[in-house]
């Protein structure tokens, strides 16, 4: 396992993570804590939850798991949880505002049994509160001792952009890392969130980087999903939905997928995780498995090395074609540093 900084922390976390949405809906807590055991056992060490997954059960199950095993196992656990969505019947039951996050914090270390969470996470943006609230509470909690680190998730540019500034204007802490959607089909990611992110210095911890299964080579072309699977169970789910990400480009990726891991002699999924986890800026890959036999598949991943032409060719397969300038070709020169003409 390869370890890497939480962007320009001293703090190191493995490069691959174990997410835990599934935890106490489509997968039991023994279940979970063998994942746990497998992952820590790998050399794995950063855990990344939600108090929305499973209604705050998820958050349990790892509670739980820390208290009945010995220090040395859980002692590098770096664990990650985030607050902003609705955990209760109220008005003020969600958002970044200082009371939602007080409340929101305080329960999920309750609900994970510990007195202070490493990386606590905004689960998303909130345009109702003003951001300079939000920063200065997370400060009290820095102060506090509740949390050590602070990141986004599933921000924009601009709004990443605008929270770390704000923080350097208040003299209070920025955030560290910042938890986009990316992988091979979703790589409009790099438009405007990636840029930003090595900006500021903020490390990347992409999530469904096998995009919901399709890059695992579940799923085939003209057959619509069946049985056990998330869309064989629900093919209209969220953003994975076979119908919405089912098009042309997905399943030119796929082919390009299929081939490198063919070659390689890997699956497909190892193939997915090494690309994402070798583009610029990613702190941590999140895995996120049903069972401990795709967790074990999943972590194979992190010894595979994709050679130049391999990424140059997923990188061709996957390209999402911006439409103009300046995120297109006409762009080019004035994205990065090179020299026109070079």
Known sequence: ?????????GCAVSSLALGTMTFGTETGEAEAHRQLDQFTEAGGTLVDTADVYSAGVSEEIIGRWLADRPADVTGPVVLATKGRFATAGDPNGQGLSARHLTRALDASLRRLGVGTVDLYQLHAFDAWTPQEETLRTLDGF????????YGLSNFTGWQLTKMVHLARQLGVPEPVT???QYSLVVRETEWEIVPAALDAGLGLLPWSPLAGGWLSGKYQRDQRPSGATRLGEDPGRGMEAWDRRGTERTWQIIDAVQKVAEDRGVT????????VTARPGVTSTILGARSTAQLEANLRAAGLRLAAAETAALDAASD???PDYPYGELGIDQRGRRLAGG
């Open 268 to 275: 497909m999924a190892e193939v997915a995780l090494a690309w």
């Open 1 to 9: 396992m390869e370890y890497r900084t939480l962007g320009r922390t």
């Open 142 to 149: 820095i102060r506090a001792g509740k949390i050590l680190y």
């Open 320 to 322: 999402p074609h911006a």
């Open 178 to 180: 910042v938890q986009p």
